[in-house]
């Protein structure tokens, strides 16, 4: 599994390159970065090198950080249905999501999923069905 940090950002210009800044300041460098908005705040998910680092920079600069466990699936391919593989298998294990999003493997340009649910077993269920976890990008 691997951390990621989930913050709440003001819903302004300049937010996000605040966040990327102290990131840069501290020295942690960004793999993958989600940004979701609503009316007035956003909700930023980051998973970096350094996450304990990331973290406490961050909350020094003001922000509400958590840590969280998410699960990362190497997709080794970028053919159409192979997310739909993985979520039907998922859905057939009766796993709830509660959200996901793709990155890239930035060595081979494949395609990563990256999930959070709150099943403990699910990561024993993937790698029972043969796939590759990743627990660094």
């Known amino acids: 599994m691997l951390n990621q940090i989930s913050l709440f950002a003001a819903n302004t210009k300049g937010a996000l390159s605040k966040i990327t800044g102290v990131l840069a300041q501290s020295d942690v460098n960004i793999y993958t970065m989600l940004a979701t908005d609503s009316a007035e705040f956003g909700i930023v998910r980051l998973i970096v090198d350094k996450s304990e680092e990331a973290k406490s920079a961050l909350e020094k600069a003001g922000y509400q950080c958590r840590l969280d466990k998410v699960l990362a699936i190497d997709m080794a391919s970028d053919k159409p249905g192979t997310l ?47 796939y590759r976890l990743l627990d660094r990008f």
């Open 84 to 130: 739909n593989r993985i979520l039907s298998d998922l859905q057939n294990a009766n796993v709830m999501i509660r959200y996901l999003y793709i990155s890239f493997d930035r060595s081979d340009s494949t395609p990563i999923a990256v999930f959070c649910t709150d099943e403990p077993e699910t990561e024993t269920f993937l790698r029972g069905k043969g």
